[in-house]
Structures are given as structure tokens and as C-alpha cells.
């Protein structure tokens, strides 16, 4: 509980509704408190689990020893690589971890400890007689204290066996590495032999493929009678044949060509030799011996003709004759030129009719012998097809044969190269000269302790929130959310306030703790709001024997002590108390005025006036419950209730109702709405924060005027407010004593 006084709060008026929600974290003070209350348990059970992890420790010592032998396992990258080439493949390390834990799981299946629990090193062992030869049991203990595991940044497996004995930890450990990597070597090199096996087949499959293709080569070569069907590789190459074909049609072509000109020729030459004579026919005939000698004459009698015209004259005989002789001449030369022309074009003629009888015998000579060739190249084609065909087919058997011959010679190279496997021994696990972590008494004793130390705190923070009472003003503070008016400590710790009534501390004990206690609730009462405003109080609490009545009655002598004229009304209808704590006065002339009550006022039976008596206490006044009514609620919440406080009002500065509780009957929700102000009464020692919540949520829906509550029976605890008030209001007190001289 935090120390220091309650602070005065104003008036709390709050609507109707859910309470917010209440805060469940400590503060450090607390914690340390709730820690001083339980220390000697915490003490206890952390010297409790001091011995118990000594005694642990000491007893797997004695009759639990336990030793773990470890060697490791180098697991090479899992790719199949080329021993024909230098250079290594790089893997992802993810693909790297995964094959490595794959291995790791090889080595602890039940397979591979069944096998291990068959070796003869193994059934010498201690540890297997332990198992009375129950290999099931065997297998089990193995599976549990046998590891493999799998490094992540490494390409190393660890495998590990623990048992009470170091030296067959080791043997088991090296059993094991023994038979794995002895079953792994035989497993990859019989793999290796069943391809080799299957590779040799195949070998000889296609070796007898390849022996038919090059009979198939030799077949065609015979059927066909060519030799030369292969093609030089890296160069064009023609067969004579295609040669000789290929020259035919040059040779067809052209002949061809040759005889459509000559035709075209020779029907130029028939359209010649009946028309004129052209320039080249004209032209063979100036070439003519006759001719010749013609134009020859001519020219000389025209050079005659020249030079004796100049002399003689037009008219002489000589002119004349010469004019006659030209004449002649010319006349022959038309005659031998007509006579040429025509033999000339006739024998043109003939020529060609001649020439192309020739070539078309030429060309039929020529297709005779194409022909020929071309059925030779038919026959070279088809014979080329099947043997390119047959060629291919050899070529890719020696290929494939060559391919093969490589994988043999590679596989007999993996068969014996130790790597083949993909797992190698590092060594040999050397027997542990030391017992296992777990074993070593600097972790029992420390983690003993510690243990017991947390057992301790936690067992003291389970007994106090296991505990759901509203105890202190921390718990009013972080579950109520009402102000806190005062603490009225428990009677049993006040010396002063033990054998005194609890409903009379104040007077009967003015110098004690619980009386001050009342003084301070007073005190912060007024600060609530002004003497107008907070006339008519109500004292209530959730359930019944929470302390309401003690409250009522002590805090109406706190008012009565400030010279205040004060009212204290029992409303409390089942179970009355106050004419118990203020009993009535005997007077023998009016005995049956004092059987009135607020029973009753309410029913009229007699005025407010009537009702109220004296409690003994000067200013104080009773008005006890009366007879009790078969209608409590309706009553108290009647308009004669209303008067009875409006008149009360004016004659009494404050006017303290008593009243019923709220959890067990309606009355109170009833008088709350009449009152000025509502106070709670919270009992440290029997109200749980669910009652206490339920209570304020109760009045908060009626739209009560709840101005605070009062913690009732607080006890003093390590840590808390009371203990420390205790001893000062105690020195306190002692001091002022001293003072006054009152012994």
C-alpha cells in the first residue's frame, strides 16, 4: 500500500455505465512489498532448490553418468562429377544443407540402428545388456540418445551417442561410422555396377547395330555396282555420272538452240532467194572473177570516155563508140550480177537445209546418250539415298558406341575412387574424457537455485493475486476508480482501539489510530464539496458485516466533536443495529414514544420529530429502524422519505443514513438517489474487487452520487501504509502526551 495520506477528492458524479477498465500493472514499490511479505518462503524454497540440484546433481554423479562421444562425417557436393576433367560445381548452400541433412537422417533411421544393434562389437556392450537383449528397447534408447546432425555452414555431419560409459560411447559411435560408410560404399559402387552392366550391354547392342549398318553399306554398294558413293567431307564433289549428264544437256542445249536459228536462218534465206537482191548477196557477187573484170573495163572506158570527151566533143564517132562499149559492159554486168544472186541465194539455201539435216541427226545422237545418263543418274540418286541413309545410321552407332566406350572407362574410374560414396571419415571418435553438459555441478547448483528462487516469486505473486480483495488503496486505485475518503485500520493492531466497541473507537478511544483514521475521513469528506451540498449522507457497503454500521456511527461522533448537530438514521430494515450500539433511555411516563422508528414515519404513524431520540451523545441524534415493514423499498423510496429528509435538514447540520447493503437487496439503489452523497464501505478483509466493482456499477445505474469509499479493516503488511503510520502516529502520540502531562 502507498505511503503518505489519501488525497481529498471532489465530488464524484459519474452517468451511468460500465466501469473503465481497471489497470493491472505494479509499480515497482509494490513488487517489493509483495517480495518483503513472502521473503522467508522465497528464501526457503531457493535453499530448497540449492539442495535439490546438489542432491541432483550428486545422484546422476553416482548412478546416472553419462558421456557422449562425437566424430564427424566430411559429405563431399552431391553431383555426379567427370573424372576425365579438373574443376569442382558449384552447389547452393541450401541444396549443400539439404543433401547433408538427408544423410543425417540415412544414419538415424530405424534401418541403420537395427543394423548397428546386430554388430558383435555392439552386443559385447554394457549398454546393450542393460536392454536385456530387447532390441525394440535397444532401437528406442538410440533413437533418443543416438544424433546426427547435419552442420549448416560446414560439410560435416557430427554423429553422437551418449551412455553411461565413455569407452562404448566411442565403439558405438565408430561401429556406426563403420557401417554407414561401408553400407554407403557398397551401395553407390553396386549402383555403379549395375550401369556398368547395363552400359556393356548396351555396348554390345549397338556394336551389333554397327556391324549390320556397314553391311547394309557394302550390300548397296554391290547391287548397284558403284564404288564411289561417299562424299569427300570438306569439299563439293560430282559424280562422273552427274558430270557427264550435266555436259549432255550443255551440249543438248545448245545444239538445240543452234538448230532453231538455223531454221529461223533457212526461212530467211527462202524469202530471200525470191525477193531483190540485199547487200550481202550483193556484196558476194562484186566478189566474182567476171565481175571484177567487167567493172574493170568499165572503168577503163569511163576514164577513156573522160579524157576524149574533153578533146573531141559529145558528137564524135569515137565518143560514140565508147558510149556503146559502156553500154555493153554495163549491160553484161547486170546479167552476170541476175546470174550470181541467183546461184548465190539457191546454194545459200541449200547449205542450211543441209546443215540442219546435220544437226537434227546430231541431236538425236545427243538425247540417245542424255537419256542414257540420265538413267545412270536415277540410279546413282537411289543408290546414294540408301547409302546416305545406311551412312547415317553407322555414323550415329559409332557416335553412340564411342559415347558409351566413355562412360565405361568413367564408371570403372568412380567404381574404385574412394569419393564416390560422397561421404568420408574424418577419424575416429576418441572416448570422452569428460561427463555431458548436463552432468557438471556448476549448472545443477546455480540452476537449482535459481529454480527454487523462481519458484519462490512466483509463489508469492500467485498467493497475492490469487488473493481478489480490495485490500489496499492501490487496489481501490487500480480496480474501483472511486476516490478514497480515509483507511480505517484493523482494531486488532491498535493497541488503544482492541478492547474497545468498534462502532464507539472514536470516543471510547480518541488517541488511537483507528479514531484518527475516522478524523481523517471527515476531514477529506468536507473537502468534498460544501456543507449545503453534502447534508444528507448515506452509508452503504455490497454486502452485508462489510463495516457500514462502525463507519455510520464513528463518523457521525467525528461530526459531532466540530460542535455539528448530526442525525444517524437506521434504514437498514433486515438487519437493524443502531438501538443496539445507542440503547434507548427508560422513562416510565411515555414508554411507547420510543417504539417509533422510521417505519414509523414512513407510514405514519407519528411525526419525524416523534421519531428522533436522544443517543446519549450530545448533538447526536438516533432515528432507529421500527417496527419492520412487509414493503422496505417502496417506503424508502416514498415521498414521505423526501419530506422526512427535507425537514430533518433544516434542524441537523448532517443527517447519516445507515443503510442496507446493495448486493443483497434493492433498498439502498432506492435511498441513493434521495441522499446527497453516497459512501462505500470496502472491508479489506472480506469485499472482493468483484463485489466491490459490481457494487459501484449497482448505483452508477440509478445515477447515485457516489462521493467515495472507505477501506474498513485494513491490515498492516510489509511493505504497506499502516505499518510505518503505526510506529510515527505512536511516537506521535507518546510525544504529545508527554506534553499535556496525560499519563
Given at each position: 500500500?502507498?505511503?503518505?495520506r489519501?488525497?481529498?477528492?471532489?465530488?464524484?458524479?459519474?452517468?451511468?455505465g460500465?466501469?473503465?477498465?481497471?489497470?493491472?500493472?505494479?509499480?515497482?514499490?509494490?513488487?517489493f512489498g509483495?517480495?518483503?511479505?513472502?521473503?522467508f518462503l522465497?528464501?526457503f524454497?531457493?535453499?530448497?532448490?540449492?539442495?535439490?540440484?546438489?542432491?541432483?546433481?550428486?545422484?546422476?554423479?553416482?548412478?546416472?553418468p553419462?558421456y557422449t562421444?562425437?566424430?564427424?562425417?566430411?559429405?563431399?557436393?552431391?553431383?555426379?562429377?567427370?573424372?576425365?576433367?579438373?574443376?569442382t560445381?558449384?552447389?547452393?548452400?541450401?541444396?549443400?544443407?539439404?543433401?547433408?541433412?538427408?544423410i543425417?537422417n540415412?544414419?538415424?533411421q530405424?534401418?541403420?540402428?537395427?543394423?548397428?544393434?546386430?554388430?558383435?562389437?555392439v552386443?559385447?556392450?554394457?549398454?546393450?545388456?542393460?536392454?536385456?537383449?530387447?532390441?525394440?528397447?535397444?532401437v528406442?534408447?538410440?533413437?533418443?540418445?543416438?544424433?546426427?546432425y547435419?552442420?549448416?555452414?560446414s560439410?560435416?555431419?557430427?554423429i553422437?551417442?551418449?551412455?553411461?560409459?565413455?569407452?562404448?560411447?566411442?565403439?558405438?559411435?565408430?561401429?556406426?561410422?563403420?557401417l554407414?560408410?561401408?553400407?554407403?560404399?557398397a551401395?553407390?559402387?553396386?549402383?555403379?555396377?549395375?550401369?556398368l552392366?547395363?552400359?556393356?550391354q548396351?555396348?554390345?547392342?549397338?556394336?551389333?547395330?554397327l556391324d549390320?549398318a556397314?553391311?547394309?553399306?557394302?550390300?548397296?554398294?554391290?547391287?548397284?555396282d558403284?564404288?564411289?558413293?561417299e562424299?569427300?567431307?570438306?569439299?563439293y564433289?560430282?559424280h562422273?555420272?552427274?558430270?557427264?549428264?550435266?555436259?549432255?544437256?550443255?551440249?543438248?542445249?545448245?545444239?538445240?538452240?543452234a538448230?532453231?536459228?538455223?531454221?529461223?536462218?533457212?526461212?530467211n534465206?527462202?524469202?530471200?532467194a525470191t525477193?531483190?537482191?540485199?547487200?550481202q548477196?550483193?556484196?558476194a557477187?562484186?566478189?566474182?572473177?567476171?565481175?571484177?573484170t567487167?567493172?574493170?573495163?568499165?572503168?577503163?572506158?569511163?576514164?577513156?570516155?573522160?579524157?576524149?570527151?574533153?578533146?573531141?566533143?559529145?558528137?564524135h564517132?569515137?565518143?560514140?563508140?565508147?558510149?556503146?562499149?559502156?553500154s555493153?559492159?554495163?549491160?553484161?554486168?547486170?546479167?552476170?550480177?541476175?546470174?550470181?544472186g541467183e546461184?548465190?541465194?539457191?546454194?545459200?539455201?541449200?547449205?542450211?537445209?543441209?546443215?540442219?539435216?546435220?544437226?537434227?541427226?546430231?541431236?538425236?545422237?545427243?538425247?540417245?546418250?542424255?537419256?542414257?545418263?540420265?538413267a545412270?543418274?536415277?540410279?546413282?540418286?537411289?543408290?546414294?539415298?540408301?547409302?546416305?541413309?545406311?551412312?547415317?545410321?553407322?555414323?550415329?552407332?559409332l557416335?553412340?558406341?564411342d559415347s558409351?566406350k566413355q562412360?565405361?572407362?568413367?564408371?570403372?574410374?568412380?567404381?574404385?575412387?574412394?569419393?564416390?560414396?560422397?561421404?568420408?571419415?574424418v577419424?575416429?571418435?576418441?572416448?570422452?574424457?569428460?561427463?555431458v553438459?548436463?552432468?557438471?555441478?556448476?549448472?545443477?547448483?546455480?540452476?537449482?537455485?535459481?529454480?527454487?528462487?523462481?519458484?519462490?516469486?512466483?509463489?508469492a505473486?500467485?498467493?497475492?493475486?490469487?488473493?481478489?480483495?480490495?485490500?489496499?488503496?492501490?487496489?481501490?486505485?487500480?480496480?474501483l476508480?472511486?476516490p478514497?475518503l480515509?483507511?480505517?485500520?484493523?482494531?486488532?493492531?491498535?493497541?488503544?482501539?482492541?478492547?474497545?466497541?468498534?462502532?464507539?473507537?472514536v470516543r471510547q478511544?480518541?488517541?488511537?489510530?483507528?479514531?484518527?483514521?475516522?478524523?481523517?475521513?471527515?476531514t477529506n469528506?468536507?473537502?468534498?464539496?460544501?456543507?449545503?451540498?453534502?447534508?444528507?449522507l448515506?452509508?452503504s457497503?455490497?454486502m452485508?458485516?462489510?463495516?457500514?454500521?462502525?463507519?455510520?456511527?464513528n463518523l457521525?461522533?467525528?461530526?459531532?466533536?466540530?460542535?455539528?448537530?448530526?442525525?444517524?438514521?437506521d434504514?437498514?430494515?433486515?438487519?437493524?443495529?443502531?438501538?443496539?450500539l445507542?440503547?434507548?433511555?427508560?422513562?416510565?411516563?411515555?414508554?411507547?414514544?420510543?417504539?417509533?422508528?422510521?417505519?414509523?414515519?414512513?407510514?405514519?404513524?407519528?411525526?419525524?420529530?416523534?421519531?428522533?431520540?436522544?443517543?446519549?451523545?450530545?448533538?447526536?441524534?438516533?432515528?432507529d429502524?421500527?417496527?419492520?415493514p412487509?414493503n422496505?423499498?417502496?417506503?424508502?423510496?416514498?415521498?414521505r422519505?423526501?419530506?422526512?429528509?427535507?425537514?430533518?435538514?433544516k434542524?441537523?447540520d448532517?443527517?447519516?443514513?445507515?443503510?442496507?447493503?446493495?448486493?443483497?437487496?434493492?433498498?439502498?439503489k432506492v435511498?441513493?438517489?434521495?441522499?446527497d452523497a453516497?459512501?462505500?464501505?470496502i472491508n479489506?478483509?472480506?469485499?472482493?474487487?468483484?463485489?466491490?466493482?459490481?457494487t459501484?456499477?449497482?448505483?452508477?445505474?440509478?445515477n447515485?452520487?457516489i462521493?467515495g469509499?472507505?477501506l474498513f479493516?485494513?491490515?498492516?503488511?510489509?511493505?504497506?501504509?499502516?505499518?510505518?503510520?503505526?510506529?510515527?502516529?505512536?511516537?506521535?502520540?507518546?510525544?504529545?502526551?508527554?506534553a499535556?502531562g496525560?499519563?
Amino acid at each position: 500500500m502507498p505511503e503518505g495520506r489519501p488525497a481529498a477528492s471532489n465530488r464524484m458524479v459519474r452517468p451511468a455505465g460500465p466501469s473503465p477498465p481497471a489497470t493491472s500493472s505494479m509499480t515497482p514499490r509494490e513488487v517489493f512489498g509483495i517480495i518483503c511479505r513472502h521473503i522467508f518462503l522465497i528464501v526457503f524454497l531457493t535453499l530448497l532448490g540449492l539442495g535439490a540440484g546438489g542432491g541432483t546433481w550428486k545422484l546422476l554423479q553416482i548412478k546416472f553418468p553419462r558421456y557422449t562421444a562425437k566424430t564427424y562425417i566430411q559429405v563431399l557436393p552431391p553431383v555426379e562429377t567427370d573424372p576425365m576433367t579438373i574443376g569442382t560445381i558449384q552447389l547452393q548452400r541450401d541444396v549443400l544443407y539439404g543433401y547433408r541433412q538427408s544423410i543425417a537422417n540415412l544414419i538415424k533411421q530405424q534401418s541403420t540402428m537395427e543394423d548397428l544393434i546386430k554388430r558383435d562389437n555392439v552386443k559385447e556392450t554394457k549398454w546393450f545388456a542393460r536392454s536385456r537383449g530387447d532390441r525394440r528397447k535397444a532401437v528406442k534408447y538410440l533413437k533418443k540418445h543416438f544424433g546426427a546432425y547435419a552442420h549448416r555452414d560446414s560439410e560435416f555431419v557430427e554423429i553422437s551417442m551418449s551412455c553411461r560409459a565413455a569407452r562404448e560411447a566411442a565403439d558405438i559411435v565408430n561401429e556406426m561410422l563403420g557401417l554407414f560408410l561401408a553400407g554407403r560404399k557398397a551401395s553407390e559402387q553396386g549402383e555403379i555396377s549395375n550401369r556398368l552392366t547395363q552400359l556393356e550391354q548396351r555396348r554390345r547392342d549397338v556394336q551389333t547395330e554397327l556391324d549390320a549398318a556397314d553391311k547394309g553399306l557394302d550390300d548397296v554398294r554391290a547391287a548397284y555396282d558403284l564404288t564411289d558413293l561417299e562424299r569427300p567431307a570438306g569439299r563439293y564433289f560430282q559424280h562422273t555420272i552427274t558430270i557427264k549428264l550435266n555436259n549432255l544437256e550443255v551440249q543438248k542445249d545448245e545444239l538445240d538452240l543452234a538448230i532453231k536459228q538455223l531454221r529461223a536462218d533457212i526461212g530467211n534465206l527462202q524469202e530471200l532467194a525470191t525477193g531483190p537482191i540485199t547487200e550481202q548477196v550483193e556484196f558476194a557477187v562484186e566478189q566474182d572473177s567476171v565481175m571484177t573484170t567487167l567493172a574493170q573495163q568499165l572503168v577503163f572506158q569511163e576514164a577513156e570516155l573522160s579524157s576524149r570527151l574533153s578533146k573531141f566533143g559529145e558528137n564524135h564517132r569515137d565518143i560514140r563508140s565508147l558510149r556503146e562499149s559502156i553500154s555493153k559492159i554495163e549491160k553484161r554486168r547486170e546479167l552476170r550480177k541476175v546470174e550470181i544472186g541467183e546461184q548465190i541465194r539457191i546454194a545459200n539455201l541449200e547449205n542450211a537445209r543441209d546443215s540442219l539435216i546435220v544437226l537434227q541427226e546430231r541431236f538425236e545422237q545427243l538425247e540417245a546418250r542424255r537419256e542414257e545418263a540420265e538413267a545412270k543418274k536415277k540410279q546413282l540418286d537411289i543408290a546414294r539415298v540408301q547409302y546416305d541413309k545406311g551412312l547415317k545410321i553407322r555414323d550415329e552407332r559409332l557416335a553412340m558406341l564411342d559415347s558409351i566406350k566413355q562412360q565405361i572407362e568413367k564408371l570403372k574410374i568412380m567404381h574404385d575412387d574412394p569419393k564416390t560414396p560422397k561421404v568420408l571419415a574424418v577419424g575416429q571418435a576418441p572416448p570422452p574424457l569428460e561427463m555431458v553438459f548436463s552432468r557438471q555441478w556448476w549448472l545443477w547448483f546455480p540452476s537449482g537455485t535459481m529454480l527454487g528462487l523462481l519458484l519462490g516469486v512466483g509463489l508469492a505473486f500467485l498467493v497475492e493475486l490469487a488473493n481478489d480483495l480490495v485490500r489496499t488503496p492501490s487496489d481501490v486505485a487500480r480496480y474501483l476508480r472511486v476516490p478514497l475518503l480515509g483507511i480505517i485500520p484493523d482494531a486488532s493492531e491498535d493497541r488503544q482501539a482492541r478492547r474497545v466497541e468498534l462502532c464507539h473507537a472514536v470516543r471510547q478511544a480518541p488517541y488511537s489510530v483507528v479514531s484518527e483514521s475516522y478524523r481523517q475521513c471527515r476531514t477529506n469528506l468536507k473537502l468534498c464539496g460544501s456543507a449545503e451540498s453534502m447534508k444528507t449522507l448515506l452509508i452503504s457497503s455490497g454486502m452485508t458485516g462489510d463495516g457500514k454500521t462502525s463507519v455510520a456511527a464513528n463518523l457521525a461522533a467525528t461530526f459531532v466533536a466540530t460542535d455539528k448537530k448530526v442525525l444517524l438514521i437506521d434504514a437498514n430494515f433486515r438487519k437493524p443495529n443502531l438501538h443496539t450500539l445507542f440503547p434507548k433511555a427508560q422513562i416510565d411516563d411515555s414508554t411507547d414514544r420510543f417504539d417509533f422508528g422510521l417505519s414509523s414515519v414512513l407510514t405514519h404513524q407519528c411525526a419525524s420529530g416523534e421519531a428522533a431520540r436522544s443517543s446519549g451523545i450530545e448533538g447526536l441524534s438516533i432515528i432507529d429502524c421500527g417496527p419492520p415493514p412487509t414493503n422496505p423499498a417502496e417506503l424508502l423510496g416514498s415521498d414521505r422519505m423526501k419530506t422526512l429528509l427535507a425537514e430533518q435538514s433544516k434542524n441537523y447540520d448532517y443527517i447519516i443514513i445507515d443503510g442496507p447493503p446493495v448486493l443483497l437487496v434493492s433498498d439502498a439503489k432506492v435511498l441513493a438517489r434521495l441522499v446527497d452523497a453516497t459512501v462505500l464501505v470496502i472491508n479489506a478483509a472480506e469485499t472482493s474487487r468483484g463485489a466491490a466493482q459490481r457494487t459501484i456499477r449497482e448505483l452508477k445505474e440509478v445515477n447515485a452520487k457516489i462521493v467515495g469509499c472507505v477501506l474498513f479493516a485494513a491490515r498492516s503488511i510489509k511493505g504497506g501504509y499502516f505499518q510505518e503510520q503505526f510506529s510515527s502516529y505512536r511516537k506521535y502520540q507518546k510525544k504529545a502526551k508527554l506534553a499535556t502531562g496525560i499519563a
